[in-house]
Protein backbone atom coordinates (compact mmCIF):
# COMPACT_ATOMS: atom_id res chain seq x y z
CA UNK A 1 0.00 0.00 0.00
CA UNK A 2 2.65 2.67 0.67
CA UNK A 3 4.90 1.74 -2.27
CA UNK A 4 1.31 2.26 -3.91
CA UNK A 5 1.54 5.66 -2.93
CA UNK A 6 4.37 6.37 -3.28
CA UNK A 7 4.45 5.53 -6.86
CA UNK A 8 1.47 6.52 -7.28
CA UNK A 9 2.32 10.11 -8.86
CA UNK A 10 5.04 8.72 -11.60
CA UNK A 11 2.72 6.14 -12.58
CA UNK A 12 -0.77 5.38 -13.23
CA UNK A 13 -2.77 3.95 -10.25
CA UNK A 14 -2.87 0.08 -11.96
CA UNK A 15 0.50 0.57 -12.67
CA UNK A 16 1.72 1.77 -9.02
CA UNK A 17 -0.44 -1.05 -7.80
CA UNK A 18 1.37 -3.69 -9.45
CA UNK A 19 4.69 -2.15 -9.05
CA UNK A 20 4.13 -2.25 -5.62
CA UNK A 21 2.64 -6.09 -5.33
CA UNK A 22 5.51 -7.04 -7.17
CA UNK A 23 8.15 -5.71 -5.60
CA UNK A 24 6.64 -6.02 -2.00
CA UNK A 25 6.83 -10.07 -2.77
CA UNK A 26 10.13 -9.68 -4.57
CA UNK A 27 11.03 -8.06 -1.55
CA UNK A 28 9.70 -10.42 0.94
CA UNK A 29 10.89 -13.48 -0.72
CA UNK A 30 14.21 -12.27 -1.19
CA UNK A 31 13.97 -12.66 -4.72
CA UNK A 32 15.75 -9.72 -6.19
CA UNK A 33 13.78 -9.11 -8.91
CA UNK A 34 12.50 -5.88 -10.20
CA UNK A 35 10.43 -4.17 -12.98
CA UNK A 36 12.93 -1.40 -13.65
CA UNK A 37 16.00 -1.23 -15.78
CA UNK A 38 18.32 -0.33 -13.32
CA UNK A 39 16.67 -2.08 -10.32
CA UNK A 40 16.96 0.79 -7.93
CA UNK A 41 18.91 2.87 -8.37
CA UNK A 42 16.69 5.52 -9.24
CA UNK A 43 15.13 5.74 -6.17
CA UNK A 44 18.78 5.53 -4.02
CA UNK A 45 17.92 7.99 -1.98
CA UNK A 46 14.37 8.13 -1.29
CA UNK A 47 13.14 7.21 1.79
CA UNK A 48 10.28 5.80 1.72
CA UNK A 49 11.48 3.05 -1.09
CA UNK A 50 14.13 1.86 0.68
CA UNK A 51 12.56 1.58 4.42
CA UNK A 52 9.86 -0.47 2.59
CA UNK A 53 12.42 -2.36 0.78
CA UNK A 54 14.44 -3.51 3.81
CA UNK A 55 12.32 -3.95 5.89
CA UNK A 56 10.49 -6.75 3.66
CA UNK A 57 13.80 -8.22 2.57
CA UNK A 58 14.88 -8.15 6.39
CA UNK A 59 11.36 -9.66 7.62
CA UNK A 60 11.07 -12.03 4.60
CA UNK A 61 14.85 -13.09 5.26
CA UNK A 62 14.65 -13.93 8.83
CA UNK A 63 12.21 -16.82 8.69
CA UNK A 64 8.70 -17.80 9.92
CA UNK A 65 9.87 -19.42 12.75
CA UNK A 66 11.35 -16.44 13.75
CA UNK A 67 8.54 -14.39 13.79
CA UNK A 68 6.36 -16.38 15.22
CA UNK A 69 8.95 -16.41 18.31
CA UNK A 70 8.67 -12.69 18.15
CA UNK A 71 5.27 -12.51 18.00
CA UNK A 72 4.64 -14.43 20.69
CA UNK A 73 6.51 -13.04 22.95
CA UNK A 74 5.51 -9.84 21.99
CA UNK A 75 1.77 -10.63 22.80
CA UNK A 76 2.69 -12.14 26.16
CA UNK A 77 2.05 -15.86 24.79
CA UNK A 78 5.13 -17.37 25.37
CA UNK A 79 4.58 -18.92 28.85
CA UNK A 80 5.54 -17.80 31.85
CA UNK A 81 9.25 -16.71 31.17
CA UNK A 82 8.23 -14.89 28.10
CA UNK A 83 11.31 -15.59 26.44
CA UNK A 84 12.55 -15.63 23.19
CA UNK A 85 14.19 -19.26 21.87
CA UNK A 86 18.02 -19.11 21.73
CA UNK A 87 17.27 -19.88 17.71
CA UNK A 88 15.62 -16.27 17.34
CA UNK A 89 18.08 -14.41 19.67
CA UNK A 90 21.23 -15.70 17.52
CA UNK A 91 19.20 -14.70 14.53
CA UNK A 92 18.57 -11.40 15.45
CA UNK A 93 21.58 -10.16 16.41
CA UNK A 94 23.37 -11.71 13.78
CA UNK A 95 21.29 -10.05 11.60
CA UNK A 96 21.90 -6.48 12.89
CA UNK A 97 25.53 -6.94 13.49
CA UNK A 98 25.64 -8.19 9.63
CA UNK A 99 23.43 -5.36 8.73
CA UNK A 100 25.02 -2.61 10.50
CA UNK A 101 28.69 -3.76 9.81
CA UNK A 102 28.16 -4.65 6.33
CA UNK A 103 26.57 -1.39 5.60
CA UNK A 104 29.52 0.55 8.05
CA UNK A 105 32.03 -1.15 5.28
CA UNK A 106 30.57 -0.19 2.55
CA UNK A 107 30.16 3.42 3.42
CA UNK A 108 33.69 3.13 4.55
CA UNK A 109 35.03 1.54 1.32
CA UNK A 110 32.74 3.56 -1.15
CA UNK A 111 32.92 6.61 0.36
CA UNK A 112 34.33 8.56 -2.56
CA UNK A 113 32.15 7.12 -4.70
CA UNK A 114 28.81 7.75 -2.31
CA UNK A 115 30.23 11.68 -1.99
CA UNK A 116 30.10 12.13 -5.54
CA UNK A 117 26.94 10.95 -6.52
CA UNK A 118 24.80 12.38 -4.51
CA UNK A 119 22.71 13.35 -1.51
CA UNK A 120 23.37 12.91 1.96
CA UNK A 121 20.07 10.87 1.64
CA UNK A 122 21.58 8.99 -0.80
CA UNK A 123 24.45 8.42 1.58
CA UNK A 124 23.00 6.73 3.82
CA UNK A 125 20.48 4.52 2.48
CA UNK A 126 23.09 3.00 0.20
CA UNK A 127 25.03 1.42 2.29
CA UNK A 128 22.56 0.11 4.34
CA UNK A 129 20.40 -1.08 1.10
CA UNK A 130 23.25 -2.68 0.05
CA UNK A 131 24.05 -4.63 3.27
CA UNK A 132 20.81 -5.94 3.43
CA UNK A 133 19.95 -6.80 -0.16
CA UNK A 134 23.19 -8.64 -0.92
CA UNK A 135 22.40 -11.60 1.16
CA UNK A 136 19.93 -12.93 -0.24
CA UNK A 137 17.65 -10.46 -2.21
CA UNK A 138 20.42 -9.16 -5.14
CA UNK A 139 18.50 -5.67 -5.41
CA UNK A 140 20.84 -2.44 -5.97
CA UNK A 141 20.82 1.14 -5.50
CA UNK A 142 24.19 1.54 -7.06
CA UNK A 143 26.03 0.56 -9.99
CA UNK A 144 27.25 -2.80 -8.74
CA UNK A 145 30.29 -2.46 -11.79
CA UNK A 146 31.84 0.72 -10.57
CA UNK A 147 32.23 -0.82 -6.49
CA UNK A 148 36.04 -1.19 -5.61
CA UNK A 149 37.47 -4.58 -5.34
CA UNK A 150 37.28 -4.40 -1.42
CA UNK A 151 33.53 -3.78 -1.69
CA UNK A 152 33.00 -6.86 -3.77
CA UNK A 153 34.77 -9.23 -1.68
CA UNK A 154 32.96 -8.04 1.11
CA UNK A 155 29.27 -8.60 -0.50
CA UNK A 156 30.67 -12.04 -1.79
CA UNK A 157 31.30 -12.54 2.07
CA UNK A 158 27.79 -11.04 3.01
CA UNK A 159 26.32 -13.45 0.06
CA UNK A 160 28.17 -16.70 1.49
CA UNK A 161 26.55 -16.03 4.65
CA UNK A 162 23.07 -15.27 3.46
CA UNK A 163 19.79 -15.27 5.15
CA UNK A 164 18.48 -17.06 8.08
CA UNK A 165 18.19 -21.12 8.89
CA UNK A 166 14.46 -22.59 8.28
CA UNK A 167 14.38 -20.16 5.64
CA UNK A 168 13.49 -20.66 1.96
CA UNK A 169 17.23 -19.72 1.49
CA UNK A 170 18.19 -22.33 4.11
CA UNK A 171 21.22 -20.63 4.99
CA UNK A 172 21.99 -22.42 7.74
CA UNK A 173 26.10 -20.94 7.59
CA UNK A 174 24.78 -18.17 9.62
CA UNK A 175 24.59 -20.52 12.39
CA UNK A 176 28.14 -21.48 12.30
CA UNK A 177 29.09 -17.62 12.38
CA UNK A 178 28.34 -17.73 16.21
CA UNK A 179 29.56 -21.00 16.68
CA UNK A 180 33.03 -20.19 15.48
CA UNK A 181 33.59 -17.22 17.14
CA UNK A 182 32.81 -19.29 20.65
CA UNK A 183 34.92 -22.30 19.44
CA UNK A 184 37.87 -19.42 18.49
CA UNK A 185 37.36 -17.91 22.15
CA UNK A 186 37.37 -21.10 23.98
CA UNK A 187 40.12 -22.92 22.35
Same mark, same amino acid.
Given at each position: ?????? !????????????????????????????? #???? #??QYSGD???????????????????? @????????????????????????????????????????? @? @???QTLAA???????? !???? #??????????????????????? @????????????SPALR?????????? !? #????????
Amino acid at each position: MFLTIR !WHGEFSFPRAVYLSVFHSVSAFCNAGFSL #FPDN #FMQYSGDFMINFLICGLIVVGGIGFPV @LHDVYLVARGRKGKRGRLSVQTKTVLLTTACLIVGGALFIA @L @LERQTLAANGSVAHRF !WTPI #FQSITCRTAGFNTIDIGALGDAT @LALMILLMFIGASPALRAEASRRRLLP !W #FRRSRSAG
